[in-house]
């Protein structure tokens, strides 16, 4: 395991968690600040400025980029990619095999999901695709292998069922696609 220069770690016992005894350390860059109750795997690979609330859970074959913000019980359940200056709120649930751009804010207790058809056929795991800059509302819901469009933003409590294109609102459920309003065309630009 390597952390990084200047970073705090409430339970150091839980970073490195050993899933498999052939996996690659877990690697972390300067700045972090890992709180109390926060799980990280091994073959984990997380940038620098990196933040957790408590009891997140980072699992295996997972890389995160710089300034990112896990927050509280945020689960990302593996085999992920997430860019840098992304901010995942309270209760996010990303599962595996999905890919989040950079500059990305996915609001408190938003839902990902990867899996169409649950138990009843046994079909391929495809998780969303967030491209950059996008910005999704607490509560909202994206349906297995859908894309969220670069600068696109999902309203509160949207149930995302098809691809959203860049510089759009989606809202509703299921998600309609509207003109991105004046007022949320400006791109985020987050820090950690």
Known sequence: ????????????????????????????GDGATIRAGT???????????????????????TTIGDDVVVGSNVVIDGRTTIGSHVSLQTGVYIPTETTIGNNVFVGPRAVLTNDPYPVRQDVSLEGPTIESGVSIGANATLLPGVTVGEGAFVAAGAVVTDDVPPDTLAVGSPAEHRPLPDELRERNTLQA
Request: no cysteine.
């Open 1 to 28: 395991m390597s952390i990084g220069r200047d970073s705090s770690v409430d339970q150091p016992e839980l970073v490195g968690y050993v899933h498999d005894e052939d996996a690659q350390p877990t690697v972390i």
């Open 39 to 61: 799980i990280v795997y091994t073959d984990v690979e997380i940038g620098s400025g990196f933040t957790t609330g408590h009891g997140a859970l980072i699992r295996e074959e």
